[in-house]
């Protein structure tokens, strides 16, 4: 069981705005970086936003990410049939001492 | 081209060993921390394990820790896995992953560049 907890789903329509979050606590959102990964169909996960709220060479600026205590967030601008995928959140839990994953959340075009 | 590069992935049986590699091209390989990272099919990413530049730290997630081992050989561009007394519950996807910084537990960690992946099954 993930320490980082996300919605399993978010929907919405060609051109909206959707959003979702990323639960962790002190020890790993809370006093590290977050990055958000988008994982489409049968291809390995692919880093979108870095640093809390950074974007990689290429990710288009429809994507950006917050973060806000232990709390962060992923926002898609402009929503493409093309962002149907699973995004996860992600960072590195001192107490822990490892890298850990959220659960997931499946955005869906409708 | 950054590249990289899993090799090793098998069929194995319970108890037994195996040995994954990562082949990396096109980027400086000694300036960056490297990751194994898992997925078992219709489940998320799960982390492994993770290399300093230097290997002067390493660190294990809590499923694997006693049975596997990672480590680099920079000379070579190269990462490598060993696993040892496998178990069904490790069958999965094994990807290498390429860290945004030098060193794990940075602080500002992040998997920037994933290979495509070797499969391991586990199974009598």
């Known amino acids: 069981q993930s320490v980082l907890t996300q919605p399993p789903s978010a929907s919405g329509t060609p051109g909206q705005r959707v959003t979702m979050s990323c639960s962790g606590s002190?020890?790993?959102?809370?006093?590290?970086?977050v990055n958000w990964y988008q994982q489409l169909p049968g291809m390995a996960p692919k880093l979108l936003i870095y640093g809390d709220n950074e974007r990689p060479s290429g990710v288009p600026d429809r994507f950006s990410g917050s973060k806000s205590g232990t709390s962060a967030s992923l926002a898609i601008s402009g929503l493409q049939s093309e962002d149907e995928a699973d995004y996860y959140c992600a960072a590195w839990d001192d107490s822990l001492n490892v890298y850990v994953f959220g659960t997931g959340t499946t955005v869906t075009v409708l | 081209e950054v590249q990289l590069v899993e090799s090793g992935g098998d069929l194995v049986q319970p108890g037994r060993s195996l040995r994954l590699s990562c082949a990396a091209s096109g980027f400086r390989f000694d300036d960056y921390a490297m990751h194994w990272v898992r997925q078992a099919p219709g489940k998320g990413p799960e982390w492994v394990a993770g290399i300093s530049w230097n290997s002067g730290r390493v660190g294990y997630a809590d499923s694997v820790q006693g049975r596997f081992t990672i480590s680099r050989d920079n000379a070579k561009n190269s990462l490598n896995l060993q696993m040892n007394n496998l178990r069904p519950e490790d069958t999965a996807f094994y990807y290498c992953?390429?860290?945004?910084?030098?060193?794990?537990?940075?602080?500002?960690?992040?998997?920037?560049?994933w290979g495509q992946g070797t499969t391991v099954t586990v199974s009598s």
């Open positions: 992953a390429k860290d945004i910084s030098a060193s794990i537990a940075a602080g500002e960690n992040g998997m920037g560049v």
């Open positions: 002190s020890s790993n959102i809370g006093s590290n970086t």
